[in-house]
């Protein structure tokens, strides 16, 4: 989970997980922030389905779009060509933006930012309060872990590289016809996935 910069984008041919042939737009951001997470290097490559290469366009609903200079928050997973993908589609994208007293918040699909419930979520969620929520959960995670020592976690060290989308996607002619269901499974199943980690995003707020 990072905070970024966009900066300037374009359209290849490149291979998917299940050998598939698709085009993909790859944008470059700048990471002003790790929230969560490790990473290494400070501009990354996010890859996208969807785009125009070759004269042919494709698009896949509820991808998620970007414009250079936006401030947004990702959820991001990396991909074996170095690159990175949001997680969730457009539920993996938040845009960050300022209030009128100069706070940043965040907005997106995954929040309804109109709606107030009285005790339950706040208003808006500022970086800030995000933050928050990630410190502690780390905390919470720190102390179990020193509670149990025996049944810690083990995670493989993280060292993602920097993508060069130039090289790295080759030129591949497109197909006369691609069967798009494996592709919309995998989709629609990132969805979830990304859904159900930002409901419990939400649950744990609720309960602090």
Do not use: C
């Amino acid at each position: 989970m990072v905070r970024g910069k966009v900066g300037s984008s374009y359209s290849d041919w490149s291979t998917t997980a299940d050998s598939s042939r698709q085009i993909f737009t790859f944008y470059e951001l700048s990471v002003s922030e790790v929230l969560k997470g490790e990473l290494s290097h400070r501009t990354i490559t996010i890859r996208e389905f969807g785009g125009e290469k070759d004269g042919i366009g494709m698009q896949i609903p509820g991808t998620s779009q970007f414009s250079k200079d936006e401030d947004v928050v990702v959820f991001l997973s990396k991909q074996s060509d170095g690159s990175y993908q949001v997680q969730g589609m457009t539920m993996g994208k938040l845009d960050v933006q300022i209030d009128t007293n100069g706070e940043e918040y965040l907005a997106g699909a995954a929040i309804n930012n109109s709606v107030f419930i009285p005790g339950e979520f706040p208003k808006k969620w500022t970086l800030q309060d995000v933050r928050t929520l990630i410190k502690q959960q780390q905390a919470d995670e720190q102390a179990k872990i020193s509670r149990n020592p025996g049944h810690a976690e083990q995670r493989p060290p993280q060292n993602p590289a920097v993508h060069t989308p130039r090289e790295a996607a080759p030129q591949l002619q497109p197909e006369a016809q691609e069967d798009l269901s494996s592709r919309r499974r995998l989709l629609i199943g990132s969805l979830a996935v990304a859904a159900a980690f930002l409901v419990g995003f939400l649950i744990r707020w609720r309960r602090k």
